[in-house]
C-alpha cells in the first residue's frame, strides 16, 4: 500500500514537472517572437532615420544656347553633346539650341525662351534654375553680334544666375577653317578678331572659353576631321562625345558635383525683362 502510494506521488510530481516544462517552451517561443519582431521594427525604423537624417543630394542642372551645333543638326537627340553631358554627370541638361540661330534672338529672349520651354512643367520663373550655362555660337554670329549681342546675352544670364558656371564652346566651320589655312594673313586676322570678342565677352562675366582644336597645318587637319559630319560644318556623333567629355572634365574642375552649394544655382533678376 505504501509502495503503491509513493508511485503515484512521483507519477504527479512527474506530470508536474513536464506540464512546467511546457509552459517555459511556450512562453520562450512567444518571447522569442516578440523580441525578435522588436528587433525587426526597431532595424527598420533605424533604417528610416538614417535615410530621413541624410541631406537629399541635388541634381546638377545644365542649361545650352547655340546654333544647329548645340542643336543636334544630323544627330539623335541623346548623341547630342547636351545629352551626353548631363548622361555623364548625372545632371538635367536643357537644350535650347536654334538651328541657323545666333546669339542676337536669345539675347532679347532669353527669358521668354526659358519661359516657353518650361511651360508644361513650371509655372513659377524662381525654379528654373541652373549650375551651368553653354553658349555656342561661332560659326553663326557675325563678329558684330560676337561684340554686341553675345556680350548682352552673357550679362542677361549673368545677372540672372550670378554664381552659375559659364563655359563657351568656340568651335569653327571645318571646311572654311581649311581654306583659311592656305591663306595665312587672312586665317590669322579672321581667328584673332573672333577670339578676341569671344574672350571679351565671357571675361566680363567671369566665364570660360573652351576651344575645339584647330589644325595646325593641311596635313594634321585629317587627325580632327572625325569631330565633323560631311558637311564639315555641324558635329559628327563622335564629335558630340568628344565635346561632351572635355565640358565634363572643365565642370569637375570647376564644380564639387557631388556636394553641390545652393549658392551656385542661386537665382537674381532679368532686370528689364525681354524686348522681343
Known amino acids: 500500500m505504501e509502495s503503491t502510494r509513493r508511485r503515484l506521488i512521483v507519477s504527479l510530481l512527474f506530470f508536474i514537472l513536464i506540464i512546467c516544462w511546457c509552459s517555459s517552451i ?13 528587433d525587426q521594427k526597431y532595424n527598420r525604423t533605424d533604417e528610416y532615420d538614417e535615410a530621413t537624417d541624410s541631406t537629399t543630394q541635388r541634381q546638377l542642372s545644365i542649361l545650352a544656347l547655340g546654333g544647329s551645333k548645340t542643336y543636334g543638326s544630323g ?8 545629352h551626353q553631358l548631363g ?7 536643357d537644350n535650347l539650341g536654334i538651328p541657323a540661330s545666333g546669339s542676337e534672338y536669345p539675347s532679347s529672349c532669353i527669358q521668354s525662351m526659358l519661359r516657353d520651354y518650361h511651360y508644361s512643367t513650371t ?13 555656342e555660337f561661332s560659326t553663326n554670329d557675325s563678329l558684330d553680334n560676337l561684340r554686341d549681342s553675345l556680350k548682352v546675352l552673357a550679362r542677361r544670364i549673368r545677372t540672372r544666375y550670378p554664381n552659375a558656371l559659364m563655359i563657351y564652346l568656340h568651335s569653327y566651320h571645318f571646311g572654311i577653317y581649311l581654306n583659311l589655312l592656305k591663306e595665312r594673313n587672312a586665317h590669322n586676322q579672321f581667328i ?3 577670339n578676341l570678342a569671344i574672350k571679351r565677352a565671357m571675361k566680363d562675366v567671369g566665364g570660360i572659353v573652351y576651344s575645339i582644336p584647330t589644325p595646325k597645318s593641311i596635313r594634321q587637319s585629317s587627325e580632327l576631321r572625325q569631330w565633323f559630319m560631311d558637311d564639315l560644318h ?14 565634363e572634365h572643365i565642370i569637375k574642375e570647376e564644380i ?8 551656385i ?6 532686370g528689364r525683362g525681354d524686348k522681343c
Do not use: M, P
Open 87 to 93: 548622361k555623364l554627370l548625372n545632371a538635367t541638361s
Open 123 to 135: 509655372v513659377n520663373d524662381e525654379d528654373i534654375r541652373y549650375d551651368v550655362i553653354v553658349l
Open 265 to 270: 544655382g542661386k537665382v537674381g533678376s532679368w
Open 75 to 82: 544627330v539623335l537627340d541623346s548623341e547630342t553633346y547636351v
Open 234 to 247: 555641324h558635329f559628327s556623333t563622335k564629335g558630340h562625345l568628344l565635346i561632351a567629355k572635355e565640358l
Open 192 to 194: 584673332r578678331d573672333r
Open 26 to 38: 511556450l512562453s520562450c517561443n512567444n518571447n522569442c517572437s516578440k523580441i525578435s519582431f522588436v
Open 256 to 263: 564639387d558635383i557631388n556636394q553641390l552649394d545652393d549658392d
